[in-house]
C-alpha cells in the first residue's frame, strides 16, 4: 500500500511569489492535515480538509489556502511568499475525524526555500 | 486551544541508559496522546499513542503513561541505542474535531 506521497521534493522560489505543493492521502483517507515544520519550532498546524471541505486552519495569515479534490488529494498554496516561509511542508492523513481521534501518516514533506 | 509543552528540548544519554521526555497539556477535553518519531531526513512516524482511558501503554523498550489529573505525559525509552538518535514530538487531541496540537520536540542523542 503506498503511503502519503508529496511534491514536489523541493521548491526554491523567491519573495513575493506563489508556490504550490501537493500531497496524496492514503487511500481510504478522508482527511488531509498540512503542518509546517520550521526550524526548532516543532510541527504548527496549517489546514485540516476533511471530505472536501475546510474544516479548520491554524494560526497563519490568509495567503496559506488550499483545497481538497473529489479523490482526497490536497494542495498547499502560499502566495506572497516572505523569506520566514521558508520551511519543511508536512502533509498527513488520516481516516475521517469527525469519528474521533485517529492515527495521522505523515508524507516525507515538501522544502520549501524563499530567497 | 490546546497547549503542549515539551520537555527538555535536547537530550543526551549514553547507550545502555534510560531516557524520559516529558509533555503537558492545557485542554482537560484532550483524550489521545500519540508520540512521533522523526529521524533525521526523514518524516515523521508513530511510534507508541495512548489514548485517556488507560494509564500506561509498553511496546518493548517504549512505555508511556498519562496523568490526566496533572495534565502531563511521558516518553520513556529503556537500554537506548544509537538508533533511538532522533527527534521526538509528543501531541494531544481530542476526538470530534481532531486536530493534534504537537509539541516542539525534543533532541535525543545516543552516545555509542
Known amino acids: 500500500e503506498a503511503g502519503v506521497t508529496q511534491s514536489p521534493t523541493h521548491l526554491i522560489k523567491t519573495r513575493g511569489q506563489q508556490a504550490t505543493l501537493r500531497c496524496s492521502p492514503i487511500?481510504?483517507?478522508?482527511?488531509v492535515y498540512w503542518y509546517q515544520q520550521a526550524l526548532g519550532l516543532g510541527l504548527q498546524f496549517l489546514l485540516w480538509?476533511?471530505?472536501?471541505?475546510?474544516?479548520n486552519r491554524g494560526n497563519f495569515p490568509p495567503r496559506f489556502s488550499g483545497r481538497q479534490f473529489p479523490n482526497y488529494s490536497s494542495e498547499l498554496n502560499v502566495n506572497a511568499l516572505e523569506l520566514e516561509d521558508s520551511a519543511l511542508y508536512l502533509c498527513?492523513?488520516?481516516?475521517?475525524?469527525?469519528?474521533?481521534?485517529?492515527?495521522?501518516?505523515f508524507g516525507a514533506g515538501s522544502r520549501l526555500t524563499v530567497l | 486551544g490546546e497547549n503542549v509543552e515539551q520537555h527538555p528540548s535536547t537530550l543526551s544519554v549514553q547507550e545502555g541508559d534510560s531516557a524520559v521526555i516529558k509533555c503537558t497539556y492545557s485542554d482537560s477535553a484532550s483524550n489521545y496522546f500519540p508520540w512521533y518519531k522523526q529521524e533525521l531526513g526523514k518524516r515523521p512516524q508513530l511510534i507508541i499513542d495512548i489514548r485517556s482511558n488507560v494509564g500506561e501503554k509498553k511496546d518493548q523498550r517504549i512505555a508511556v503513561t498519562l496523568n490526566k489529573t496533572a495534565k502531563h505525559f511521558s516518553l520513556h525509552i529503556t537500554e537506548t541505542q544509537p538508533e533511538d538518535s532522533a527527534v521526538y514530538f509528543c501531541?494531544?487531541?481530542?476526538?470530534?474535531?481532531?486536530?493534534?496540537?504537537f509539541g516542539r520536540g525534543t533532541s535525543l542523542i545516543v552516545h555509542p
Open positions: 498527513a492523513s488520516s481516516f475521517g475525524s469527525f469519528s474521533g481521534a485517529n492515527v495521522l501518516t
Open positions: 480538509y476533511d471530505e472536501g471541505e475546510e474544516r
Open positions: 487511500s481510504g483517507h478522508t482527511s
Open positions: 501531541a494531544a487531541g481530542s476526538g470530534g474535531s481532531y486536530i493534534p496540537t
